[in-house]
């Protein structure tokens, strides 16, 4: 599968929209973007995924670039609720491969 | 969340204990998955099973061993362990284990072995 990176630590405003990147430059034609994330010391939560097109669901937003080599995860209203470490996961097989994610910090 | 269901959610054993862990998804799903999640490391897959079938053994020491009596339930059985097998152990389900199959993962059972 192939690696993806993603900034570390973000920090977002109560209220305001959270903007999560990430890149996966060696991304194959057959491989999902997927997004979950982490609450502490709970099972991963599934967001969103998508292939090519941009999706949008009732937690959040999925932006792929044209050429599929990055992509933003937006929640469009963070809560206090949403922090966690979000993952960004490129795969085309069950090897759910979790990297290190972006530590997300919703402030009051 | 109910749909994939983990018990115990957290165990304490020593070296030489026998323990099971058990994991239900309630999903209709066909395909279930044991992860290993340690500290500061990646998820690591152990273990799928497709329609009761295992599918995919990741190079996992022998002291762990899986077992899948039906699409709904899957254990995980636990013999001599060693500290460093101290982790979150993870169970997911998907629809039937196809490429790009979203998996729905549990809470999770936290292992401490002393």
């Known amino acids: 599968d192939a690696k993806t990176t993603q900034p570390p630590s973000m920090d977002c405003a109560e209220g305001r929209a959270a903007n999560l990147p990430c890149n996966h430059s060696?991304?194959?034609?057959?491989?999902?973007v997927y997004w979950y994330r982490q609450i502490h010391s709970q099972g991963p939560q599934y967001i969103i995924h998508g292939l090519k097109n941009n999706e949008t669901n009732e937690m959040a937003s999925l932006i792929i670039t044209e050429d599929r080599k990055s992509s933003t995860l937006i929640l469009p209203h963070a809560t206090l609720r949403d922090t966690a470490v979000y993952y960004c996961i490129v795969r085309a097989n069950n090897d759910m491969r979790f990297g290190a994610g972006t530590r997300l910090t919703v402030k009051p | 969340e109910t749909g994939v269901t983990q018990t115990p959610r957290h165990l304490v054993m020593g070296m030489t204990n026998k323990k099971s862990l058990k994991c239900e998804q309630h999903?209709?799903?066909?395909?279930m998955y044991w992860y290993k999640q340690s500290a500061k490391k990646p998820l690591e897959l152990m273990f799928v099973?497709?329609?009761?079938?295992?599918?995919e053994n990741n190079s996992v020491p022998s002291r762990f061993s899986p077992e899948c009596p039906n699409s709904s339930h899957l254990f995980l059985h636990l013999h001599t362990l060693q500290p460093e097998d101290s982790a979150l152990y993870l169970c997911?389900?998907?629809?039937?284990?196809?490429?790009?199959?979203?998996?729905?993962f549990g809470p999770g059972t936290r292992l401490t072995v002393l």
């Open positions: 099973y497709n329609f009761k079938e295992q599918t």
């Open positions: 999903l209709g799903h066909n395909a």
């Open positions: 997911a389900s998907s629809q039937d284990g196809a490429t790009g199959d979203t998996q729905y």
């Open positions: 060696t991304i194959s034609g057959n491989e999902y």
